[in-house]
């Protein structure tokens, strides 16, 4: 087994903010929407009225949004690599609130690796990220016992 920490994987990405009335049907309604339009979804959460989206057609996918009467907003985000491990979000929160830096919203999914964090000043995240690593080495297959 080797030592040392793994290095975040950071990429500014953007992401869709589409806020939706709160009624049923309507989250089908836009992944139909985008559907039909050839846009594939990568990412998605949703929670009491807001829809946050990474999609693979970006400008597709707002002008129809916006033909369909949704207000959707893009804003940056930042793509990081975190391991699935106990302790890896832990260790990201605490290293950003250290610096000052609030966590607009998070998702995605540690078990793919892969989150999207939108706070509110990039700049002094970005280094952060950079440096942050895994808190944990894993363990070595021990193979048959």
Request: charged share 20%; aromatic share 2%; proline share 6%.
């Amino acid at each position: 087994m080797t030592g040392g920490r793994n290095r975040a994987v950071v990429a500014m990405t953007r992401i869709l903010c589409v806020p939706l009335d709160d009624e049923p049907g309507v989250l089908g309604r836009v992944a139909r929407l985008l559907a039909d339009g050839g846009v594939n979804i990568d990412v998605v959460s949703a929670h009491q009225g807001t829809l946050l989206l990474v999609v693979d057609q970006l400008t597709l996918a707002v002008q129809a949004l916006r033909a369909a009467g949704f207000s959707p907003v893009v804003e940056d985000a930042l793509e990081v690599g975190l391991p699935n491990w106990p302790g890896e979000l832990a260790a990201l929160g605490e290293a950003l609130g250290k610096a000052g830096v609030n966590i607009l919203s998070v998702f995605g999914s540690t078990s793919e690796g892969r989150m999207h964090v939108r706070v509110d000043n990039a700049e002094a995240a970005r280094p952060i990220l950079e440096r942050y690593g895994p808190t944990r080495i894993p363990i070595p297959s021990l193979g048959r016992l």
